[in-house]
């Protein structure tokens, strides 16, 4: 998996852009171009006069977002920049990521309620179910270094689609650990002592050395993040179970569940 093209969402009520921070600090270590992406929206008072107002809020937009990326070109990267005018602006997100193609999106992540993540849609909600490449959730503004990665697998589900899963999950932690020289970490959670996962199977799996893969007793999302803070995790990778309908509401994916109790960056792999 090459991350060629990165999309980066541009948060348009904040000063800094942590996910445009780190596509930056990408781009450092592999090749790659970047879209900055904002979508806008805002009620006009006067209908006759709406069209001139959304251009300009539309052109005022854009300025900013080759201000923002002036260095980036500066240094030689490709950059392109796209404002568009929609309301429903996490949708939209979704539909330009796949238009263009984009192999990961970066958005800055912030702080949720449980309430509010589960009883309301929320952006990183909708990007993590409609985007069909991997989502980078980016927490911080302040760079940090790669040190530790935590992967989370789980080798207890035999079905082909989670198998691809867990391969995604390790061959792209492995190309980290590889750039970044990071210290390589998988964790695998069972809920009941028939199910202990087989560690050697895991082991073999990961190939990683045997300390490096945890296999703990709990739920998922807590096994992940006492797992991540231990280790004092700089990225956390955990799989994206597609799960929608009703089941989606109530119960979420794991990703979203661990998402607000990590201060590292998240990234939910498809």
């Known amino acids: 998996m090459e991350f060629k093209n990165l999309f980066v969402v ?7 852009q942590p ?3 780190r596509a930056a600090a990408i781009t450092e270590q592999a090749e790659a171009a970047i879209h900055l992406y904002a979508c806008i929206h805002e009620d006009t008072a006067q209908p006759e006069d709406g069209s001139k107002k959304e251009r300009q809020l539309v052109d005022s937009q854009r300025e900013t977002l080759n201000k923002a990326v002036t260095l980036l070109r500066s240094r030689g990267v490709s950059v392109t920049t796209e404002v568009e005018w929609d309301k429903d602006w996490y949708s939209a997100v979704v539909r330009a990521s796949l238009r263009t193609e984009a192999d990961l999106v970066l958005k800055s992540s912030y702080p949720h309620s449980v309430r509010e993540r589960v009883l309301k849609r ?8 409609g985007c069909q490449c991997p989502v980078l959730l980016v927490k911080q503004s302040e760079q940090r270094d790669i040190s530790k990665v935590l992967a989370a697998i789980d080798i207890r589900d035999e ?4 198998e691809q ?44 050395e045997a300390n ?3 296999i703990r007793m709990g739920e998922p999302e807590d096994v992940i993040v006492n797992g991540a803070k231990e280790l004092d995790a700089s990225l956390v990778v955990v799989g994206n179970s597609a799960r929608s309908g009703l089941s989606a509401v109530i119960n979420g994916n ?4 661990v998402l607000d109790k990590l201060e590292c960056d998240v990234l939910s792999m498809p």
């Open 254 to 257: 794991t990703v979203e569940r």
């Open 165 to 208: 899963l867990n391969e995604h999950i390790i061959g792209f932690s492995k190309r980290i650990m590889e750039s970044n020289k990071a210290e390589l970490h998988f964790i695998n959670a069972f809920d009941r002592l028939r199910a202990v996962p087989d560690r050697n199977a895991l082991v073999k799996s990961c190939g990683v």
């Open 122 to 129: 929320t952006s990183d909600w909708t990007l993590i179910r």
């Open 159 to 162: 079905s082909k689609s989670y």
């Open 212 to 214: 490096r893969v945890h």
């Open 10 to 16: 541009y948060d348009p009520t904040q000063s800094e």
């Open 19 to 21: 996910a445009l921070e």
